[in-house]
């Protein structure tokens, strides 16, 4: 069985840190991909970064390029995202999830189909 447990989040101010772990089990971790979603209230849904175990191969949504760093350690079965100058309009639930590598997913255009429960992440201004 498939697992994936967030933590890490939390309360924090605009331009401070704060960094996610996403515990998995229950598959083989170097074929999969590593996704880091979240959704903000009244807002879609967005894909926010995602790391290849696989390749090493990541990527990051626009908006937060240059703050946030994704990382995975094979020995511990788990991703991290490290999140730095924080905004408000960061705050949301995030949710990590996982799936078999392919490209497309890396870059959000195919569905994950593993998920976590969220974890939320609060930026106050």
């Known amino acids: 069985e498939v697992q994936l447990v967030e933590s890490g989040g939390g309360l924090v101010q605009a331009g401070g840190s704060l960094r996610l772990s996403c515990a998995t089990s229950?598959?083989?971790?170097?074929?999969?991909?590593i996704g880091w979603f979240r959704r903000a209230p009244g807002k879609e849904p967005e894909g926010v970064s995602s790391?290849?175990?696989?390749?090493?191969?990541?990527h990051y949504v626009d908006s937060v390029k240059g703050r946030f760093t994704i990382s995975s350690d094979r020995a511990k079965n788990t991703a991290y995202l490290q999140m730095n100058s924080l905004k408000p309009e960061d705050t949301a639930i995030y949710y990590c999830?996982?799936?078999?590598?392919?490209?497309?997913?890396?870059?959000?255009?195919?569905?994950?189909?593993?998920w976590g429960q969220g974890t939320q992440v609060t930026v106050s201004s």
């Open positions: 790391i290849s175990n696989y390749d090493g191969s990541t």
């Open positions: 229950g598959f083989t971790f170097e074929d999969y991909v």
């Open positions: 999830a996982a799936d078999v590598y392919y490209e497309e997913r890396l870059y959000f255009s195919m569905p994950y189909g593993d």
